[in-house]
């Protein structure tokens, strides 16, 4: 499986982005997929997940209410929308598959190469 995010940038505190990770490989749409994050000096962490067909969401609860994950397995593609943002939320994000829901780094499959979101206050 190999995981290309896009999609971050730079936006102002209160702004919005869309990341994107297209995804190849054998069985991916079976695939759970997420995202998690690492900030500068800090260890990196869990931000979203979704079950293989989309229908089953989770979140880190400092992003709950403001972050929004979605997948399009005919694009073999998974989304994360995130609204509201603020300067913590400033890391480079990383976009995952594994068979199975994981919120543990050291359990992961799959990882993309990372796009860095900065969040200006």
């Known amino acids: 499986v190999q995981l290309q995010a896009s999609g971050g940038g730079l936006v102002q505190a209160g702004g919005s982005l869309r990341l994107s990770c297209a995804a190849s490989?054998?069985?991916?749409?079976?695939?759970?997929m997420g995202w998690f994050r690492q900030a500068p000096g800090k260890e990196r962490e869990f931000v979203a997940a979704?079950?293989?067909?989309?229908?089953?969401?989770y979140y880190a609860d400092d992003v709950k209410g403001r972050f929004t994950i979605s997948r399009d397995n005919a694009k073999a593609t998974v989304y994360l929308q995130m609204d509201s943002l603020k300067s913590e939320d400033t890391a480079v994000y990383y976009c995952t598959a594994d068979p199975q829901i994981r919120y543990e780094e050291e359990d992961i499959d799959y990882w993309g190469q990372g796009t860095q979101v900065t969040v200006s206050s």
């Open positions: 979704t079950n293989w067909n989309g229908d089953s969401t």
């Open positions: 490989g054998r069985r991916v749409s079976r695939y759970a």
